[in-house]
């Protein structure tokens, strides 16, 4: 009886034995099974949907992957990169291709609601030499912080970049994204004034949005600048650009100016007078801008055709933004900066090579010609060595302006910038500068 009962017990958790190893394997593979898909979904789902979800259901202000070390300082990797892109690539490859940026926005802006049914937006991005997870974070804040339905495309155009990683690598990353991208690869360099309309050339949203390639955009970003250009189509609208650090490559909110240049041609900030603000919508009011800053803007698509482009004879950096800046003013648009779109940008030090030089020269007397009517002595008396160097034919730009029935410099002077004095002293260590 005992020999049985003794069997019984044995049988029986032999059975529970059993029964428990069956249980934990087949836990084993469901959680493996798990895990596998999860991965798959990371790797191939757009990097954008989850983060969406996440930064538009909470209130609380994200952590900045802030590195507080500072140890980058001895790793050569630093001081080659700095020269090479511009930026702490020792700190950017640490952050990899996507992160969470604090929302710099004003509370105001947190009570806007914009219409469900807004235009639809490309993005261009154009980008030479970018420093890899750089180029990547522009686009994954994109994708992750927009709502797909006001995302036509994400255009990015390679202006004959010669890294490495911007090859096959970049082509395998951005596959990740699926469908929304195209990427055009120009066969020389054309610089970012040409790249932006060959951008624009194969774009079908309702709106271009130009970014630079060293951007993450903010919380409820593009919202404000398609609702601004619903309501008129010839207006013209940049986000507020806060400032990413270009060594620790933290976030920082700007604080609200205007764009403004001098006799030079070159950009400049400008303080926002304090009754501008004045009214119910005070800091979150957009602000009505003489110039903008470079390369992130909104504008009509079809109204950027109308209002020329840009002068596609220019080259490679700089004098464009001034250029677009009078046009639109001067003939028949408008542009204001609103505070409660945020794009965050690294301002890179710019290095110029001589022909670069060369190139901003040769820009800057286009604009000069084309724009400053009478007032251009003030500009040859900040930039004297100019006086006689060639700056091709403008006769195009010049029927342009006659053809899009402009105003002239003198109006836009009294209506939209009287605060450009006429030039009276010259400061040689300032028109030396890039001499
Ligand atoms: N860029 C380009 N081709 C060039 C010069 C610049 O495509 O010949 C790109 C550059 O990579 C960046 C954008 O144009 O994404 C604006 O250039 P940058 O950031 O130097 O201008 P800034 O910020 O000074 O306006
Ligand atoms: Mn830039």
Known sequence: MKNIMVQCLLCGSMAIGLWTLLLAYFHYNQENRQLKKTQELTRTRPLGENVYRQNHDSEETPKQNIINDKTYFSDPEFYKGFAQYGLNVVISRRLGIQREVPDSRDKICHQKHYPFNLPTASIIICFHNEEFNTLLRTVSSVINLTP?????????????????????????????????????????????????????????????????????????????????????????????????????LDYTAAPLVRGAFDWDL????????????????????????????????????????????????????????????????????????????????????????????????????????????????????????????????????????KRLGCKSFQWYLDNIFPELEPFIHTDEKEWNHFH
């Open 148 to 248: 797909s339905h006001f995302l036509e495309e994400i255009i990015l155009v390679d202006d004959m970049s010669d890294t490495d990683d911007l090859k096959e690598k970049l082509d395998y990353h951005l596959e990740l994204f699926r469908g929304k991208i195209k990427l055009i690869r120009n066969k020389k360099r054309e610089g970012l004034i040409r790249s932006r309309m060959i951008g624009a050339s194969r774009a079908s949203g309702d709106i271009l949005v130009f970014l630079d390639s060293h951007c993450e955009v903010n919380r409820v970003w593009l919202e404000p600048l398609l609702h601004a250009i619903a309501k008129d189509h010839k207006m013209v609208v940049c986000p507020m650009i806060d400032v990413i650090d270009d060594t620790t």
């Open 266 to 401: 070159m950009f400049r900030w400008d303080n926002v007078f304090s009754y501008e603000m004045d009214g119910p919508e005070g800091t979150s009011k957009p602000i009505r801008s003489p110039a903008m800053a470079g390369g992130i803007f909104a504008i009509d698509r079809h109204y950027f055709t109308e209002l020329g482009q840009y002068d596609k004879d220019m080259d490679l950096w700089g004098g464009e933004n001034v250029e677009l800046s009078l046009r639109i003013w001067m003939c028949g648009g408008q542009l204001f900066i609103l505070p409660c779109s945020r794009v965050g940008h690294i301002a890179k030090i710019q290095n110029f090579n001589n022909a670069a030089l060369k190139a901003l020269s040769w820009n800057l007397l286009r604009v000069a010609h084309v724009w400053l009517d009478e007032h251009k002595d003030n500009f040859f008396l900040r930039r004297p060595y100019l006086k006689y160097e060639p700056y091709g034919n403008i006769s195009e730009r010049v029927a342009l302006r």
